[in-house]
């Protein structure tokens, strides 16, 4: 015997309510909760095949056999390849590309493997076509049409794949509870459900996701940590270019990057990046630094105009990067270059729009702005990295051997860092021209001299 309760659940962060309210309390946005009914159970169902707990030291050890997607980017954000029982979620902008990558995918993991992809939101003939413009080829590849979870989980148990796709959980209804597909609450239970499927089967699987107009994921907040690994799948209308970012990885490192570009006939990965976020031309207020994203070093332009302002405040503007930290460069410059910015407008933009986090680009930065304020074309095949402190100092950065080594493999001939160990400047001695600083006058004085 079970009977109806009625909850107010909210839709952008989960927390669950009484009674109506305009307002969430928890996150504060409008009009965001709505009405559910849940079943409660009235007994205790029967807990079967009971677990017991075991000494640590019983656990096997053995070595994770990881299987490739088929991309090597795709492969890099995952940590390797994809760990068997685990849940990976996807998410992205709608038109982005998710449903295009992980069918092009799937079609290369079905030449070794069993796949198994379950689309929720497209009939198969609308897979069909895509599958046809994609021209892909695959062995032991089924394709499942259905929204209703107990269907799918019988599907899945069914086939018993290695790998297997949701596409997407925001489709997938549990008919046991009333509320509508996409909800909190029916996320939330299929996403769980879909979770233990995998980990007492030992299937890997990849659950796509929506977005909010915010560009976070959609959906309780537990549903990220439900998952073993989240990608945001990231790019724009406009630029052909798109980048597969890890924000949490169990079984690799965070912030791993991969770069596709989207052509007609599907993603293409991008065997070098550091080509399309760099010009080789040297004119003034452009210069060049490298950043690291996860363990991946990538060379980006840093490109800067300065012009005389005619407002009463300046106009600060960038693209790619903080504009708190722009901030703090100018008052750097200003205080112990000795040149006053606070009347000039000053517009800042990264090669390709790419999002650069690394502090290591503060000098690129302040290189170009001055740059463009002397109409003076930095050193030609240079590349600067390095923090600026606030007393002017130019800091140690992370990571400094790879980004090296990239700006060799660039054929780079110059590179401005701060003070290196002696061990690390011997081994690039005959490789690339080494500049040591110690502070962004040497930098300038280097660079800029005429």
């Known amino acids: 015997m079970s009977s109806k309760l009625s909850t107010f659940i909210c839709q952008n962060c989960g927390s669950e309510t009484s009674q109506y309210f305009g307002k969430c309390l928890n996150c504060n946005s409008w009009n965001s909760i709505v009405e559910e009914i849940k079943s409660k159970s009235s007994k205790y169902q029967e807990i079967k095949n009971i677990k017991k707990s075991i000494p640590f030291n019983k656990i096997s050890s053995k070595k994770i056999a990881r299987f490739t997607s088929g991309f090597s980017e795709f492969d890099r954000v995952l940590g390797g390849g994809i760990v068997p029982g685990s849940v990976v979620l996807l998410g992205g902008e709608p038109g982005i590309g998710k449903s295009t990558i992980v069918l092009q995918s799937a079609g290369k993991i079905s030449l070794n493997e069993k796949v198994l992809y379950i689309t929720a939101e497209e009939s198969l003939e609308q897979v069909k076509i895509r599958w046809e413009r994609l021209n892909q080829n695959s062995i032991d590849l089924k394709i499942f049409a259905e929204t209703n979870l107990s269907l799918i989980i019988k599907e899945i148990k069914r086939v018993n794949p290695c790998f297997a796709i949701i596409d997407s959980i925001q489709a997938i209804h549990n008919h046991e509870m009333q509320s509508s597909p996409g909800s909190v609450s029916q996320v939330r239970a299929c996403s769980s459900e879909l979770q233990n499927l995998a980990k007492d089967n ?5 659950i796509i996701g929506h977005v909010t107009k915010d560009g976070a994921l959609a959906g309780p907040k537990t549903l990220e940590h439900l998952v073993d690994t989240v990608i945001n799948f990231e790019g724009d209308n406009i630029s052909s270019h798109r980048l597969l970012r890890s924000i949490k990885n ?25 080509s399309i976020f760099t010009n080789k031309e040297n004119i003034s207020g452009v210069t060049t630094t490298i950043t690291n994203e996860g363990t991946r070093p990538l060379a980006v332009d840093i490109q800067a105009l300065v012009n005389k302002t005619f407002y009463s405040n300046p106009r600060r503007t960038t693209t790619g990067i903080s504009i708190n930290r722009l901030h703090q460069i100018l008052a750097v410059i200003e205080k112990h270059v000795g040149i006053k910015l606070s009347e000039f407008d000053c517009y800042i933009a990264t090669g390709g729009g790419f999002e650069i986090n690394d502090p290591s680009s503060d000098l690129g930065v302040a290189i170009s702005i001055l740059s463009s304020l002397k109409n003076i074309p930095p050193l030609a095949s240079t590349s600067f990295i390095g923090e600026l402190g606030l007393s002017g100092q130019v800091r140690k950065s992370n990571n400094l051997r790879t980004k090296i080594e990239e700006a060799v493999r660039l054929g780079i001939k110059n590179i401005v860092v701060p003070k290196l ?11 690339i021209n080494i500049k040591e600083i110690s502070n962004i006058k040497e930098a300038v004085e280097y660079s800029l001299s005429k």
């Open 250 to 274: 169990r079984f690799g490192s965070t912030f791993e990057i991969g770069i596709f570009e989207m052509l007609e006939e599907g993603l293409r990965e991008i065997k070098n990046p550091s």
């Open 202 to 206: 030992n299937i890997a699987l990849l």
């Open 421 to 431: 160990e002696e061990e690390l400047n011997n081994n690039f001695q005959n490789l």
